[in-house]
T-cell receptor
Framework: GQNIDQPTEMTATEGAIVQINCTYQ??????LFWYQQHAGEAPTFLSY??LDGLEEKGRFSSFLSRSKGYSYLLLKELQMKDSASYLC??????????WGAGTKLIIKP | DVKVTQSSRYLVKRTGEKVFLECVQD?????MFWYRQDPGLGLRLIYF???????EKGDIPEGYSVSREKKERFSLILESASTNQTSMYLC??????????????FGPGTRLLVL
């Protein structure tokens, strides 16, 4: 079966750095997406990785290792507005998007 | 900017009623999707469409049907609403098939309560 694992919940402090991990087992791989979803709102696109390595976008970076079936989202200089759920999703060999259940990130002052 | 709109943000219906949820995207995207999202379960795909008048079942199609008569519009129909269909319904669209083009853009969601 296809499976994506993320921690259910994480807590971090304002101004700090947090890393949200995602491991996946899918039939084929055509890329990995990260989305942010604030409570009661729709998911919004953050990043797409298809090659190994780190992609940086301002305070957010996303890393991929295809051989390990592993990705992480790194958030730096955390702000209160970063409190949200972060969803990992993998595009499989049939171009179907397989979604993780999401990681709820709580930021404390 | 991609814009995906949904007909209602909140909806209250009674058991047995027929419910229509409409979704419109304005970016000429080929692909459209309907999901439901429940706490702890993540996004679950109900139906999707890669072209006008074309539909494919997702992971949980039972109790739902869809219609795509025009490229920009994708409707979700609950033929006879039941209490276990109380959920957040999210519509999404993506440009076309293939890698980055699969980036999905979501509408604001419809919170449906079935009494």
């Amino acid at each position: 079966g296809q499976n994506i694992d993320q921690p259910t919940e994480m807590t971090a402090t304002e101004g700090a750095i947090v890393q949200i991990n995602c491991t996946y087992q899918t039939s084929g791989f055509n890329g990995l997406f990260w989305y942010q979803q604030h409570a009661g709102e729709a998911p919004t696109f953050l990043s797409y990785n298809v090659l190994d390595g780190l992609e940086e976008k301002g305070r957010f970076s996303s890393f991929l290792s295809r051989s390990k079936g592993y990705s992480y989202l790194l958030l730096k200089e955390l702000q209160m507005k970063d409190s949200a759920s972060y969803l990992c999703a993998v595009l499989d060999s049939n171009y179907q998007l397989i979604w993780g259940a999401g990681t709820k990130l709580i930021i404390k002052p | 900017d991609v814009k995906v709109t949904q007909s209602s943000r909140y909806l209250v219906k009674r058991t047995g009623e027929k419910v229509f949820l409409e979704c419109v995207q304005d970016m000429d995207h080929e692909n459209m999707f309907w999901y439901r999202q429940d706490p702890g379960l993540g996004l679950r795909l109900i139906y999707f469409s890669y072209d006008v008048k074309m539909k494919e079942k997702g992971d949980i199609p039972e109790g739902y049907s869809v219609s795509r008569e025009k490229k920009e519009r994708f409707s979700l129909i609950l033929e006879s609403a039941s209490t276990n269909q109380t959920s957040m319904y999210l519509c999404a669209s993506s440009l076309t098939t293939g890698a980055y083009q699969e980036t999905q853009y979501f509408g604001p969601g419809t919170r449906l309560l079935v009494l």
